[in-house]
């Protein structure tokens, strides 16, 4: 008997929201995100917790990690800490 390959249901749907998780957001609504948001903070947190969590980010989507790829990759991660650099800075204030 040969098995089958197939996906159960549940399983693909929870796939496929984990693939699309922002990448289908219009520009109008990532822009509209909080500086909470983008730094993936509560609204309630210290100064200690905004440090590390711009860290954090910092660390994930620093330009200089992905210089070896693609340049749409550079790109995009440029644009992504010019928004936590203006994030943090927001918070700061």
Known sequence: ?????????????????????????????????????????TPNADAESMKLAYRRMVKLYHPDKVASMAPEFQELAELRMKEINAAYEELLR
């Open 1 to 41: 008997m040969a098995q089958s390959t197939r996906v159960p249901p549940k399983e693909k749907k929870k796939d496929e929201k984990r693939a699309d998780a922002g990448a289908s957001r219009p520009v109008d609504q990532q822009k509209s995100r909080t500086p909470y948001d983008i730094l993936d903070l």
